[in-house]
């Protein structure tokens, strides 16, 4: 089952951030409930695997998380794949990131490694964008350079990824709350 680790957004950040997609006019937008910050991306991973990690993840004991976001950026370099709300890097949030990875591994799951930018995707580019759009794409940015948001978030959870045509479904396994 493909699936990921990761935090849900309360809702009055989701409608922010789909307020902030309103100016994009290039690519796809990110629908609000596949809106999102990973914190682990599993690949495929066998059911009993899961239920491992849902054992190991209940026992993360961490206090709710203060998400910063601060501007929007791009991933993908010159020709943009991925448009995100980026997230400040907190002690809190990296401290919690490297639970639910300790987790993992002691399930058995090996994750790749990368470097943690925390952001939460808002819009997916095609592959090859039409003439003008990577303008369209720079000026949007351009203006929306200010964007701000502050949110608590009470809970991180494991989802399970469905790909489809028309992009992926995201389904919460199980949530864990941030209480401690």
């Not at 609000?32 to 849902?54: I, R, S």
């Not at 190991?56 to 791009?74: N, R, V």
């Amino acid at each position: 089952m493909r699936s990921f680790v990761g935090l849900p957004l309360p809702d009055a950040a989701l409608d922010a951030l789909e307020h902030v997609q309103e100016g994009l006019t290039a690519g796809r937008h990110v629908p609000p409930e596949n809106m999102h910050l990973t914190l682990a991306f599993l690949d495929d991973q066998p059911e009993t695997v899961l239920q491992a990690l849902h054992q190991a993840l209940a026992e993360i004991s961490a206090p709710p998380l203060m998400l910063t976001f601060s501007g929007l950026d791009t991933y993908g370099g010159k020709l943009p794949r991925v448009l995100a709300a980026e997230v400040q890097k907190t002690p809190e949030l990296a401290r919690l990131r490297d639970r639910v990875r300790a987790a993992c591994r002691s399930a058995g799951i090996e994750l790749s490694r990368e470097r943690f930018r925390p952001h939460v995707t808002l819009g997916r580019f095609p592959r090859h964008l039409e003439p003008g759009q990577v303008e369209k794409v720079a000026r949007y940015l351009a203006e929306a350079a200010g964007f701000r948001l502050q949110c608590e978030v009470e809970s991180f959870a494991l989802y399970q990824s469905t790909l489809a045509p028309e992009g992926a479904r995201y389904d919460v396994l199980a949530e864990y709350p941030l209480e401690g």
